[in-house]
């Protein structure tokens, strides 16, 4: 029960306008007709416990409604008790409703059948709320300034500070999503906001190792995607689901996921946005060792490239460009062992960013490397991972420590002095550098 003894199911219906009977037809859509019966909720408002996974699928469509986690331990607490709160780790800027439990839960989750669901399910009503004060239109464009802003910063900026600043901003927009008044075109904007800063929060966390964190931002961003009826948004947060379970060596849950992405949004217009998602298959193929997959898919990649850029009403598409498909169709070549094919996209796709994207550019020019040292030209690939390093001062990636270091062993192969300068400086700077700390029991999206 909350403060004022209202139990949380009470108060997700009442924020959502719904009386239990809607609750129930909610379900019977998700599962099936006939699942429960209309009056089953009120039994559950008494505080009995729905039977078998029902639990899971109330959570499920209240958060997707509400925009932010719904836990059953939330809903449930004498049933589902909360988790035992991990040790603490850095302080973490504090997001609007969030528990050990979500936290536990979240790491627990799989990604897929929300994927699914998405591909599967019927489109949802626009999100609209008439209790409230009403939200200013002032706010929204307050919050959209700040996403282009974090974008741009990440780009020339260390993730954990921007990664903070977006989870701020996170939990004010879900907090006008939850506790404000709008009619559905706010509602709309609003939870495109809420996806785009949850993707960069997500992906940024993921980038620096924060497992539970990015499973869960990532999650959050698809259900605020889906209610906004954004769908090549949502398949850009999924194709982002994708690439991390590729980075954890999850081969097939990754090529799942981008598959669902490009299905669900194959009715959508040709262009680098949809090339990007082919990119991201040829890259799933490669990782499980399928060249022809991964072939078929980089010949997909470059024709929807040709098609244009990233539409106007994408804006967190701004970074795409025939610089990063070229670069990361070389990566691809390179996972299915073809270092001179890697090399040449590789090296074009660096000089096409020029002073743009250090992340991307550390991790190309590793890649290169690690392309050259495949053909044994040790001086090439020094130039290369010394291009690597250099960036290192700007850059903080757990991704790119990782890469790094795998990069080192490769080195550490060749007999040369040339080799052993960048064995040393990689070592100095791995000495100097440690990883982020674990995911802190209270900073799940």
């Not at 008494?46 to 899971?56: I, Y």
């Not at 989870?167 to 904007?189: E, F, I, K, N």
């Not at 949850?198 to 209610?227: K, M, N």
């Not at 997959?293 to 598409?317: I, K, Q």
Request: net charge neutral.
């Amino acid at each position: 029960m909350d403060a004022g003894g209202t139990s949380v199911l009470a108060s997700c219906l009442q924020h959502l306008a719904w009386t239990p009977e809607q609750l129930a037809r909610e379900i019977n859509r998700k599962c099936g007709p006939g699942t429960i019966s209309p009056k089953a909720p009120y039994n559950w408002l008494k505080g009995s416990l729905p039977r078998r996974r029902l639990p899971h699928v109330v959570a499920s469509i209240l958060s997707e409604r509400l925009g932010e986690t719904v836990t059953v331990g939330e809903l449930w607490p004498r049933h589902f008790p909360a988790a035992t709160p991990a040790p603490a780790g850095p302080p973490a800027p504090p997001v609007a409703d969030v528990t050990a439990a979500a936290e536990a839960e979240a790491e627990a989750l799989d990604p897929l059948p929300a994927a699914v669901d998405w591909l599967v399910g019927d489109d949802s009503p626009l999100p609209a709320r008439a209790h409230g004060a009403e939200i200013p239109d002032e706010a929204l464009e307050i919050l959209t300034a700040r996403i282009r802003q974090l974008r741009l910063l990440d780009d020339s900026a260390r993730s954990r500070l921007v990664m903070d600043w977006a989870l701020q901003d996170l939990r004010w927009a879900r907090t006008m999503a939850a506790d404000y008044a709008y009619p559905a075109p706010t509602g709309v904007r609003l939870h495109r906001i809420i996806a785009e800063l949850a993707q960069l929060a997500g992906w940024l966390a993921a980038d620096l190792g924060l497992e539970a964190r990015s499973r869960s931002c990532f999650l959050t961003a698809l259900a605020a995607a889906r209610a906004a009826g954004d769908r090549p948004l949502a398949a850009y947060v999924i194709s982002c689901m994708s690439y991390r379970a590729a980075w954890a060596g999850q081969g097939e849950q990754a090529l799942r996921l981008i598959r669902i992405a490009r299905k669900g949004s194959a009715g959508e217009e040709p262009g680098i946005t949809q090339a990007l998602l082919a990119t991201r298959q040829a890259r799933a193929h490669a990782g499980l060792g399928d060249e022809v997959g991964c072939l078929r898919a980089l010949e997909e990649a470059a024709e929807l490239s040709a098609a244009g850029g990233p539409p106007a009403d994408a804006p967190w598409a701004y970074w795409l460009s025939p610089a990063v498909m070229v670069a990361d169709a070389g990566r691809a070549w390179l996972e299915i062992g073809r270092p001179r094919q890697a090399e040449w996209h590789l090296q074009h796709g660096i000089e096409l960013l020029g002073d743009s994207q250090p992340r991307n550019r550390l991790l190309h020019s590793a890649s290169l490397a690690e392309a050259r040292l495949a053909r044994g030209e040790v001086d090439g690939a020094a130039e290369a991972a010394a291009d690597a390093l250099d960036l290192t001062d700007t850059v903080t990636s757990l991704r790119a420590t990782a890469r790094l270091a795998e990069l080192r062993r490769r080195f550490l192969r060749f007999d040369s002095a040339t080799a052993r300068r960048i064995v040393q400086r990689t070592d100095d700077l791995l000495t100097a550098d440690r990883p982020p700390a674990a995911d802190s029991p209270r900073a799940a999206c």
